[in-house]
Nanobody, 114 residues
Framework: VQLQASGGGLVQAGESLRLSCAASGIIFSIMGMGWYRQAPGKQRELVAAITSSYITNYASSVKGRFTISRDNVKATVYLEMNSLKPEDTAVYYC?????????WGQGTQVTVSS
């Protein structure tokens, strides 16, 4: 199983980034997918999630700014991040959850300067 996250980088406040997570080794279409983040000295937190039925859920801090989506053909989940703030700075991790499975990607760094 591999979850390959990409798209992180250094941006200024107010700018946008799009994260991608390409999955392999799983039946992607039946998995719930999510993005988590962990800032230095803080616990990992859920940013956004999307079920196999395309139901989405967002942390209150990102609602209205971030959009999660999935492409089952490409086995990829995306996180469109707009109006980025310095407090969005963190390592972002991709997560795949099934009935008994729980997989994590390697993380991609997002840094937002003020």
């Amino acid at each position: 199983v591999q979850l390959q996250a990409s798209g992180g980088g250094l941006v200024q406040a107010g700018e946008s980034l799009r994260l991608s997570c390409a999955a392999s080794g799983i039946i992607f279409s039946i998995m719930g997918m999510g993005w988590y983040r962990q800032a230095p000295g803080k616990q990992r937190e859920l940013v956004a999630a999307i079920t196999s039925s395309y139901i989405t859920n967002y942390a209150s801090s990102v609602k209205g700014r971030f959009t999660i989506s999935r492409d089952n053909v490409k086995a990829t989940v995306y996180l469109e991040m707009n109006s980025l703030k310095p407090e969005d700075t963190a390592v972002y991790y991709c997560n795949a959850v099934g009935r008994t499975e729980n997989y994590w990607g390697q993380g991609t760094q997002v840094t937002v300067s003020s």
